[in-house]
T-cell receptor, first 112, second 113 residues
Framework: SQQGEEDPQALSIQEGENATMNCSYKTSINNLQWYRQNSGRGLVHLILIRSNEREKHSGRLRVTLDTSKKSSSLLITASRAADTASYFCATGRGGSNYKLTFGKGTLLTVNP | DVKVTQSSRYLVKRTGEKVFLECVQDMDHENMFWYRQDPGLGLRLIYFSYDVKMKEKGDIPEGYSVSREKKERFSLILESASTNQTSMYLC????????????FGPGTRLTVT
């Protein structure tokens, strides 16, 4: 069953602006990941945040995790046209049979 | 670089045909996954495999089967394709242990007419 839910479903901004996407989930998790998908292609892993972490940075990406609210946010700073893509959060559970449950995604359009 | 390849980017099949979707990874990963992606529904897990000849059902296994005879190859089989199986199919792999990142193939867009 789907667990992660991204918000908003679609976001359109101008180059140079920041983009914020949110993800909510329902059950306990080991970690939460964000992936990017360019149109018609496979997904690419962006960043992972563990359940005992509150914030993580990678280049222009900043991810926060609030386990009490069961939510996460992905911030892309100084966006570029090349950031145009769909962004998915995925929550992970389990040990040896670790699996991900993906949300429905946010479509980000960065206008030049 | 990890590479996950899928046998076809686009595939058109007729209702009732048996369809094979192949996925190959070159990084000796133990875990492999098949997802389907539909507009408004996101990615849904069909089957996954954590070792050769091992498989487990995901969230939507009905109408599908899988085969993993070799570590690098994970096949998705549609025994009798139906129009509601028209979708984008994505394969992914992941090593065992505490590396949680999944590596995805480019996807196969299957149309069943």
């Amino acid at each position: 069953s789907q667990q992660g839910e991204e918000d908003p479903q679609a976001l359109s901004i101008q180059e140079g602006e920041n983009a914020t996407m949110n993800c909510s989930y329902k059950t306990s998790i080991n970690n939460l990941q964000w992936y990017r998908q360019n149109s018609g292609r496979g997904l690419v892993h962006l960043i992972l945040i563990r359940s005992n972490e509150r914030e993580k940075h990678s280049g222009r990406l900043r991810v926060t995790l609030d386990t009490s609210k069961k939510s996460s946010s992905l911030l892309i700073t100084a966006s570029r046209a090349a950031d145009t893509a769909s962004y998915f959060c995925a929550t992970g559970r389990g040990g040896s049979n670790y699996k991900l449950t993906f949300g429905k995604g946010t479509l980000l359009t960065v206008n030049p | 670089d990890v590479k996950v390849t899928q046998s076809s980017r686009y595939l058109v099949k007729r209702t009732g045909e048996k369809v094979f979707l192949e996925c190959v990874q070159d990084m000796d990963h133990e875990n492999m996954f098949w997802y389907r992606q539909d507009p408004g529904l996101g990615l849904r897990l069909i089957y996954f495999s954590y070792d050769v000849k091992m498989k487990e059902k995901g969230d939507i296994p009905e109408g599908y089967s899988v085969s993993r005879e070799k570590k690098e190859r994970f096949s998705l089989i549609l025994e009798s394709a139906s129009t509601n199986q028209t979708s984008m199919y994505l394969c992914a792999s992941r090593p065992s242990g505490t590396t949680y990142e999944q590596y995805f193939g480019p996807g196969t867009r299957l149309t069943v007419t």
